[in-house]
């Protein structure tokens, strides 16, 4: 099923996952900018620039540089997450010390290897970002578990049903309509404007979970 929805677009595609990695090193390296990542809706889209409204309530001016481009999300389960697959997963700790999923992307095949590694993220406080190569994938009573492995270290992590699970696939500025909602992995300023060169936006009724 996957397969099927991969976009003729993955250079675009991979650019998106790629900044949405590696901003914050070259931010924090080059001291000139700071990684943000922002969640919410849109109120407007004109040509190059996006307002946003952010989970907080904030509405946010958002510059497109040259040459940026859309993605979208598209639907896909955990009966889809095989061995071997490349996969982003946002964490949380469990109560009984593992970590239990928040959301899955499952990355095109051409996007492997991208960002390897599990580091802080945003998206709930404490949360992680782990992106791994699936080792095995098991199901259990509470739903599955899936171990990935990155960088020589293995990880396991619990997946309760209802997790989401999604994709990468191809989108055009039609779809940046009003109310759609967006992820976005921008860079701010120290005056505060802020940039960004890639949007990932839900459509189909599939929002950006991560």
């Not at 809706?41 to 904030?58: C, M, N, Q, W, Y």
């Not at 949007?199 to 189909?204: L, R």
Request: aromatic fraction near 4%; charged fraction near 20%; hydrophobic fraction near 45%.
């Amino acid at each position: 099923m996957i397969r099927k929805l991969l976009p003729v677009t993955l250079a675009a595609i991979a650019s998106l996952s790629l900044q949405a990695s590696l901003l914050s090193s070259a931010s924090a390296e080059t001291g000139m900018a700071e990684s943000v990542r922002l969640r919410g809706a849109i109120v407007s889209f004109d040509h190059d620039a996006l307002k946003v409204r952010t989970r907080e309530g904030e509405v946010v001016d958002v510059a497109l540089a040259p040459g940026w481009g859309v993605s979208s999300v598209a639907r896909a389960s955990v009966a889809d997450i095989k061995p071997g697959d490349y996969v982003g997963i946002a964490s949380l700790p469990t109560k009984d010390g593992g970590d239990g999923a928040l959301e899955v992307l499952i990355f095109p095949a051409a996007l492997k290897g991208t960002a390897e590694g599990s580091y802080g993220w945003d998206l709930k406080p404490n949360s992680t970002m782990t992106n791994a190569t699936v080792a095995d994938a098991v199901k259990d009573v509470n739903g599955r578990s899936v171990t990935v492995s990155y960088h020589g270290k293995a990880k396991t992590i619990a997946i309760p049903d209802g997790t989401p699970v999604v994709t990468l696939a191809a989108a055009t500025e039609a779809d940046l309509k009003p109310d759609a909602v967006v992820f976005v992995q921008a860079q701010k300023s120290a005056a505060g404007a802020i940039a960004a060169q890639r949007i990932v936006v839900g459509s189909n009724g599939v929002v950006p979970p991560m």
